[in-house]
């Protein structure tokens, strides 16, 4: 298994070192977009790219959520800055959910085992792992709805965790739905200077809906497996 980890980060670094090749200026142009953190200027860099650029953004937002950095507002802003409100956080929903699976899977994948072997020896580590098996839908559900929440650390919690790859999935895409509406919502309003607090009460009460429901699923015993 140590050998197979050991390929399977090689090949990584080789994807990254095949695309330098083929375009030495996009990884420079990429990293510097991302250090500045600029909604305007990212919406301007994917509007760049013509007709590819809602593959570009969407490859794009998919990247920066598996890497967990810089925050996904500056996407999902983006987003709805340049294919509109609907369009934007369905797209940025998406691709979001596929990067922080590709994180969960890579995450667990590298550092399971290790994690598993330092829970075994701390009791309280043992029984929120156990926990995580049984209701970690639920939480990981809920933690996607809020706002704000670095990605990053969900991604990890969730892939160190017993959390199965299917429920970490779902309580991704849905949970994402509010929170990313809610940041590329107040984002977008702030920058084009609207004020319709509309789309923000539909977008909670969609979420409040989301979390009565789930957790009535969980009290009459049902499973997410």
Known sequence: ?????????????????????????FL?????????????ETAEYIKSYGS??????FLLTLFVN????PPAIIFSTANTLIFGIFWGITLS??????????????????????AKKVMAKNKFLSSADKYSSKKG????????????????????VGALSSLSLRDYFLASIIGKFPSTGIEAIIGHDMIVGEGDNTRIVVVVIFAIIL??????YEKHGHKFH
Not at 8 to 25: G, Q
Not at 52 to 57: C, E, G, N, R
Not at 95 to 103: K, Y
């Open 93 to 114: 929903v998406v691709a979001e959910t596929i990067g922080v699976t590709i994180s969960f899977i890579l995450l667990r994948f590298f550092f399971r085992d290790t």
């Open 1 to 25: 298994m140590r050998l197979v980890k050991i390929v399977a980060a090689l090949l990584i670094v080789a994807l990254f070192l095949t695309i330098h090749i083929i375009a030495p200026e």
């Open 52 to 57: 590819m650029a809602i593959v570009f953004s």
């Open 137 to 156: 839908f639920i939480v990981m559900l809920i933690a996607r709805m809020v706002p704000y929440v670095p990605s990053g650390l969900l991604n990890a």
């Open 66 to 69: 598996a890497l967990g950095f």
């Open 211 to 216: 979390i009565v429901f789930a957790l009535w």
């Open 28 to 40: 420079p142009e990429i990293v510097d977009l991302l250090s500045r953190g600029d909604i305007i």
